[in-house]
């Protein structure tokens, strides 16, 4: 559906891109024409992802985590040395695990804070001011969370991907002047291996609240991601597309 050279040139940096969504939408850069780099902690993941995504295209990775600053830093160099620039940003990593709010200790709540909130933050300004605002161009893609009537059964990660989903309007504003994009993408429930944490029957039945009656699928998320980023949404920013099946409209999240 878009053209094959439609990243000839550009280099993506994809965080969480050895597994799952964040997989599949550095696969779709690749066969578009795209460099890519994916970073997430674990060295063994980003290895065997280097080795697979290499069929489609220029693949590089780097072990980073993205509630440290200087480990960010550090993969900021490494891509300023090979590459000179950067052109797109996916704030794709995170995670969090269901609880009830009542439950949720101090340190679990930070510690999803930490991840979903304060990472995509860190990532975002170090990126900015490494590469998009000396460029004077770049375009950010955060993929937050299906949090539009609240998150029940998450609560920390309801309140990070609000604080996120906040972020986008407001570095929407700010940085129009040094010509950067920035949208969010929020998924419903995709089928990937996100979902593999979660116990087995918290999502029984979930297909029956969706007024699609289906989950999505990783590459349903990951093209309207390469829409946000291409000069096809050249016009958009600011904006949040959810990508649910009509889940945020109707019916439950999940049985509580
Ligand atoms: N699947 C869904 O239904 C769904 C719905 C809404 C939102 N999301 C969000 O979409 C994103 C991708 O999800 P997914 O389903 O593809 O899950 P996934 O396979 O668990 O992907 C998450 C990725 O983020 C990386 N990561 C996590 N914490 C990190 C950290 N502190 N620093 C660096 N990397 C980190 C992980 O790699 P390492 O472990 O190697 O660090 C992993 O590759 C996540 O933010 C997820 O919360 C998913």
Same mark, same amino acid.
Do not use: C
């Given at each position: 559906?878009?053209?094959?050279?439609?990243?000839?040139?550009?280099?993506?940096?994809?965080?969480?891109?050895? %597994?799952?969504?964040?997989?599949?939408?550095?696969?779709?850069?690749?066969?578009?024409?795209?460099?890519?780099?994916?970073?997430?902690?674990?060295?063994?993941?980003?290895?065997?992802?280097?080795?697979? +995504?290499?069929?489609?295209?220029?693949?590089?990775?780097?072990?980073?985590?993205?509630?440290?600053?200087?480990?960010?830093?550090?993969?900021?160099?490494?891509?300023?040395?090979?590459?000179?620039?950067?052109?797109? +940003?996916?704030?794709?990593?995170?995670?969090?695990?269901?609880?009830?709010?009542?439950?949720? %200790?101090?340190?679990?709540?930070?510690?999803?804070?930490?991840?979903?909130? +304060?990472?995509?933050?860190?990532?975002?300004?170090?990126?900015?001011?490494?590469?998009?605002?000396?460029?004077?161009?770049?375009?950010?893609?955060?993929?937050?969370?299906?949090?539009?009537?609240?998150?029940?059964?998450?609560?920390?990660?309801?309140?990070?991907?609000?604080?996120?989903?906040?972020?986008?309007?407001?570095?929407?504003?700010?940085?129009?002047?040094?010509?950067?994009?920035?949208?969010?993408?929020?998924?419903?429930?995709?089928?990937? %291996?996100?979902?593999?944490?979660?116990?087995?029957?918290?999502?029984?039945?979930?297909?029956?609240?969706?007024?699609?009656?289906?989950?999505?699928?990783?590459?349903?998320?990951?093209?309207?991601?390469?829409?946000?980023? %291409?000069?096809?949404?050249?016009?958009?920013?600011?904006?949040?597309?959810?990508?649910?099946?009509?889940?945020?409209?109707?019916?439950?999240?999940?049985?509580?």
């Amino acid at each position: 559906m878009f053209a094959a050279d439609l990243f000839k040139g550009k280099v993506v940096f994809v965080t969480g891109g050895g %597994s799952g969504i964040g997989y599949t939408i550095a696969k779709q850069f690749l066969l578009l024409g795209a460099k890519v780099w994916i970073a997430s902690r674990k060295e063994e993941r980003i290895n065997k992802a280097i080795d697979e +995504l290499s069929v489609f295209g220029k693949v590089n990775g780097a072990t980073m985590d993205i509630r440290e600053p200087l480990d960010i830093e550090k993969v900021a160099e490494k891509i300023k040395l090979e590459d000179g620039r950067l052109d797109i +940003l996916i704030n794709n990593a995170g995670g969090q695990f269901p609880s009830a709010a009542e439950n949720i %200790s101090y340190n679990g709540f930070k510690a999803v804070i930490n991840n979903n909130l +304060l990472g995509p933050f860190y990532v975002t300004q170090i990126m900015a001011k490494t590469f998009f605002i000396p460029q004077n161009e770049g375009i950010i893609v955060n993929i937050i969370a299906n949090m539009f009537r609240g998150f029940p059964g998450m609560a920390h990660t309801g309140a990070a991907r609000s604080g996120v989903d906040n972020l986008t309007k407001t570095l929407a504003v700010e940085w129009s002047r040094f010509n950067i994009r920035i949208n969010a993408v929020a998924p419903g429930i995709i089928q990937s %291996s996100g979902l593999d944490q979660y116990p087995p029957d918290f999502l029984k039945g979930i297909t029956d609240v969706i007024p699609m009656k289906r989950t999505g699928t990783m590459e349903e998320t990951a093209n309207p991601v390469i829409f946000l980023s %291409s000069p096809l949404a050249s016009y958009i920013t600011g904006e949040t597309l959810y990508v649910d099946g009509g889940n945020r409209l109707w019916g439950d999240q999940w049985k509580m």
